[in-house]
């Protein structure tokens, strides 16, 4: 009868995990539909074909090697291909009913690698309409499959890796990865950014800044949507277990906080924009909730409600001004990527100690500075390589035509081009 309630738990929190799994899986269609609705319908294809191919790549890579550097979880996983199910038993028993989390490896490795795709997906949006393809799936390689395991060792491994002291030790907590994931992500994107330059025509010759608006905003609120939704899995997968009375509160709590945080920070932005611009700014709401769901990604399961709900007004806030500071900046960022996942993300780690004890505010800005300076520092050398051997950027003429026609081949709307 005991053997029978443990199956039940492993099969419970191994079944949990995959839907969660699929939940972020499907925010890679978010990102897709919000970037393809805020670049230029001339840029369309090309960023459709970066989120389909980076995806494709984030799980080859972390299958090939990813994992192994993580977790050392087996090249190829080739040691997670059987389960000894009375090792299991064993486990759970000497664990207890609602004791550690016990799962399927296999459901573990499907859960991480939907995270390395989402780190990948930032980067595409910041980068979007002048970047080289080839360029930005080169990036992608080393990306998913060496930077952003070599980070997340030190960080979720809770093992000291490679000599490396874990992050854990010194008071570093990141419940679901507002630094791990999107941090580096916007990391990631800043080097490029930097080396690649800003779209033609963004910038004045004076240092006017000119808007340039996005070819198809129900697309871009479709994807936002998209997003809000898997976010669900997102912070609630990260709970790790569902099957005891406490796990599955802790869920419930997760999913409550995540869906106030990302209304408060759609609100807070939306005011925001109204007071800053007189109108009510759509593009600046859409990344409000994404800052909202950034921020509270950190820590969603400590605090209440109404605490979950300020803190995604305060990530609505802080993302209006930081895309305003980047643009004066010259940091040209078509979609706010580094702004909603880099901004929000250093505030989400900032706030974990404010409910979550076992945190400090030294170790989140030991941990956070040494996830920035890591990504960004390894990031830039790899795009500056890729800078010096491919290139980086369209030509003026392929960026003025839109790099659907020469990078893909396709366009997205053929019956609205002017013959």
């Known amino acids: 009868m005991e053997n029978n309630l443990y199956e039940l738990q492993f099969a419970l929190d191994t079944f949990y995990f995959l839907i969660c799994g699929a939940l972020v899986m499907w925010m890679a269609a978010?990102?897709?539909?919000?970037?393809?609705?805020?670049?230029?319908?001339?840029?369309?294809?090309?960023?459709?074909?970066?989120?389909?191919?980076?995806?494709?790549?984030?799980?080859?890579m972390y299958l090939i090697m990813g994992y192994q550097i993580m977790y050392g979880g087996g090249w190829l996983l080739g040691d997670i291909h059987t389960i000894d199910s009375a090792q299991v038993l064993a486990d759970s028993a000497a664990e207890g009913?609602?004791?550690?989390?016990?799962?399927?490896?296999?459901?573990?490795?499907?859960?991480?690698?939907?995270?390395?795709?989402?780190?990948?997906?930032?980067?595409?949006g910041a980068v979007a309409e002048r970047m080289?393809?080839?360029?930005?799936?080169?990036?992608?390689?080393?990306?998913?499959?060496?930077?952003?395991?070599?980070e997340g060792a030190w960080t979720w491994n809770g093992d000291d890796v490679f000599g490396w002291y874990n992050l854990g030790d010194l008071g570093f907590s990141d419940f679901a990865g507002s630094g791990i994931v999107h941090m580096a992500g916007a990391a990631a994107a800043?080097?490029?950014?930097?080396?690649?330059?800003?779209?033609?025509?963004?910038?004045?010759?004076n240092g006017e800044i000119k808007a340039i608006p996005g070819a198809n905003l129900p697309m871009a609120t479709l994807g936002t949507f998209i997003l809000w939704m898997g976010w669900f899995g997102f912070n609630g997968g990260s709970v790790l277990k569902l099957g005891d009375i406490n796990s599955a509160h802790s869920v419930a709590m997760v999913f409550l906080n995540t869906n106030a945080a990302a209304a408060a920070g759609a609100i807070a932005a939306l005011i925001v924009a109204r007071l800053k611009f007189g109108k009510a700014d759509l593009t600046m709401m859409l990344n409000g909730a994404?800052?909202?769901?950034?921020?509270?990604?950190?820590?969603?399961?400590?605090?209440?409600?109404?605490?979950?709900?300020?803190?995604?007004?305060?990530?609505?806030?802080?993302?209006?001004?930081?895309?305003?500071?980047?643009d004066k900046l010259k940091l040209d960022d078509p979609v706010g990527a580094i702004s909603v996942h880099g901004s929000a993300g250093l505030l989400g780690l900032m706030l974990v100690p404010v409910t979550n004890s076992a945190a400090t505010f030294t170790g989140q800005l030991?941990?956070?500075?040494?996830?920035?300076?890591?990504?960004?520092?390894a990031s830039f050398?790899?795009?500056?390589?890729i800078k010096q051997v491919f290139g980086l950027r369209v030509s003026k003429e392929d960026e003025y035509a839109g790099v659907d026609v020469s990078e893909c081949g396709v366009e997205a709307y053929p019956e609205f081009t002017k013959r």
Do not use: H
């Open 30 to 60: 978010g990102f897709a539909m919000l970037e393809a609705g805020l670049v230029r319908s001339k840029n369309t294809t090309e960023i459709l074909t970066k989120n389909f191919a980076l995806y494709s790549i984030a799980c080859a």
């Open 290 to 326: 994404l800052a909202g769901l950034v921020t509270i990604t950190a820590e969603p399961s400590t605090p209440t409600a109404l605490e979950a709900s300020l803190f995604g007004a305060l990530g609505g806030v802080l993302v209006v001004f930081s895309i305003l500071a980047l």
């Open 381 to 385: 050398i790899v795009w500056f390589i």
């Open 97 to 124: 009913f609602g004791g550690a989390s016990v799962y399927s490896s296999a459901s573990d490795f499907f859960f991480q690698v939907v995270f390395v795709a989402t780190a990948m997906s930032i980067v595409s």
């Open 190 to 205: 800043l080097a490029g950014v930097l080396l690649l330059g800003a779209r033609i025509g963004k910038y004045g010759p």
């Open 366 to 377: 030991i941990g956070a500075a040494t996830i920035f300076v890591w990504v960004f520092g």
């Open 132 to 150: 080289r393809l080839w360029s930005f799936l080169a990036f992608a390689v080393v990306m998913t499959g060496f930077i952003y395991p070599m």
